[in-house]
Every structure is written in structure tokens, then in C-alpha cells.
């Protein structure tokens, strides 16, 4: 089912190897003509999804600053990583062709992809639960039902912090999820209680929104590559606390 998965290229590249997973997976399973499959060069002319090829136009102009030229890497630079809204807009890029008009519209997409920002007050461990394996059954049913999680290590037990990676099945008897860890020179692919996941991604991040992606054009070179806590900073690419949650997808 997860054909095409790899290893993070570092330790910020959590969500980006998710996303490439994730196309790597749908390219393989269903045969799904995307609108915009990366080809690396390493492999043309078969479209194949890397680290290195999911960023273009798209992308760039819509979630993550990317330019090769200049050396910027929005993922390497403060704060760091990707947020929710991020991967669920480079997956609208290269799923549907790129991102629905403010307001709607949308009419020629071809997958749904569902952005859950799992904020206890709307969201309960049942809930969640009914979400993860609706997406589940629908990859099963060859519907191209995918899920990726952003959870936080230390309430399940693990060493780190922030984590993005795909979840792959459910197991009723166990009330587990596997997830297939992006991590892998870390931590092979493991189980985990739905009521554990759930008390992981309910968890604040204190830059679960910023004004991504041109923000990060704002902040100095030693900016970039700081780790910042200073308000000034912050509120220079305008972090905000958000929870963390999931995204969902499947095809229309």
C-alpha cells in the first residue's frame, strides 16, 4: 500500500517525506493520473515523488519558500518543520492540480482532502477514532483513503518532540494504529492506542500558524537559522499556538 516510502533526509523533513509517501503510494496503488506528479531527475521519465521534487510553483507560491538559487529552504529555516496547513496545501498542489479559489470552488478536484485541527473542545477520542478509520476503510475499498499524523513523542512515550508521519492501518481488537515512522533510523513502524495517539496530537504547538511562506523573507540570516523564543522574533513571521491534528484524504 505504501509503496515509495523513505526516510526523512533530516530531522525537519518529517511532513515532506509523508507527502511523498503519500504520492508514491496513490501513483502505485490506483493509477491515478495526478495533475501534477513530481519527476525527479534521477528518475525520468517515470514519476516518481522525492524530498527534493514535491516543491515547485505551486508550492512555493502557496506554502513553503523554496529557492534553490538563494539557498532557501523554508523547512530548514524558523520556525522549522511544517504545520497543517502547509502539507495540506502541498497536497492539494499536486493531488488537485493546485489550491481551490478563496470562497470555494474546487469543482475540478480530485481528491477531498480534510484538514483536522484536533482542538479537544471539537474534537473527542471518539471522534477521532471515526475519522482515521473512515479514511482507512476507504484505502482498503481502493478509494485512495490516506492519513498522516502530527503528533508529539513525549505522550507516547518516545524521546523528541513534534512528528509528522503516515498512519497505515487500524486494529479494532487492540484499539491501535500503526504508524509507519518517517523516522526510521530511529524508530522502525510501531502500534499505538488510539486513546494515547489522540492525547499526542491534541497537544499545542506554539507555532502551529505563522504567515507562511512569506514571513520567513523578513527575518534575517542569523533569524533563519536561530532557534528562536524571543516575542520580537515570533511575531516577526506572526506565530500563533495551534493544536495538532491530522489530514485525511480520499479520492472524489
Not at 492540480?97 to 470562497?103: I, K, L, N
Not at 477521532?128 to 482498503?140: D, N, P, Q, T, W
Request: glycine share 10%; hydrophobic share 35%; charged share 20%.
Amino acid at each position: 500500500m505504501y509503496f515509495g516510502f523513505d526516510v526523512q533526509k533530516n530531522q525537519a523533513y518529517c511532513g515532506i517525506s509523508s507527502v511523498a509517501t503519500i504520492l508514491n503510494s496513490l501513483k502505485h496503488e490506483m493509477d491515478v493520473q495526478h495533475a501534477d506528479m513530481p519527476v525527479d531527475a534521477v528518475y525520468r521519465p517515470y514519476k516518481y515523488a522525492t524530498q527534493s521534487d514535491v516543491f515547485g510553483p505551486c508550492t512555493n507560491l502557496n506554502a513553503i519558500l523554496t529557492d534553490e538559487v538563494n539557498g532557501l529552504d523554508g523547512v530548514m529555516m524558523f520556525p522549522y518543520g511544517t504545520t497543517l496547513a502547509q502539507i495540506t496545501t502541498v497536497l492539494q498542489c499536486h493531488l488537485n492540480g493546485g489550491v481551490p479559489d478563496e470562497g470555494g470552488g474546487g469543482e475540478g478536484e480530485k481528491f477531498r482532502i480534510n484538514m483536522h485541527l484536533m482542538n479537544p473542545a471539537d474534537y473527542d477520542v471518539d471522534k477521532f477514532r471515526a475519522i482515521i478509520v473512515e479514511a482507512i476503510e476507504k484505502g482498503m475499498k481502493g478509494e485512495g483513503g490516506r492519513v498522516l499524523v502530527n503528533f508529539r513523542r513525549g505522550e507516547i512515550g518516545q524521546p523528541g518532540g513534534g512528528h509528522w508521519s503516515p498512519i497505515v492501518a487500524y486494529n479494532s481488537d487492540s484499539d491501535s494504529v500503526n504508524i509507519m515512522d518517517t523516522a526510521k533510523y530511529k524508530f522502525a513502524p510501531f502500534w499505538v492506542s488510539v486513546e494515547s495517539l489522540y492525547e499526542s496530537v491534541v497537544t499545542v504547538d506554539a507555532c502551529g500558524h505563522w504567515n507562511w511562506p512569506n514571513a520567513q523573507y523578513f527575518l534575517s540570516e542569523e533569524e533563519k537559522g536561530g532557534d528562536y523564543v524571543e516575542a520580537e522574533v515570533r511575531a516577526k513571521v506572526g506565530c500563533q499556538s495551534r493544536n495538532r491534528g491530522i489530514v485525511t484524504l480520499w479520492k472524489k
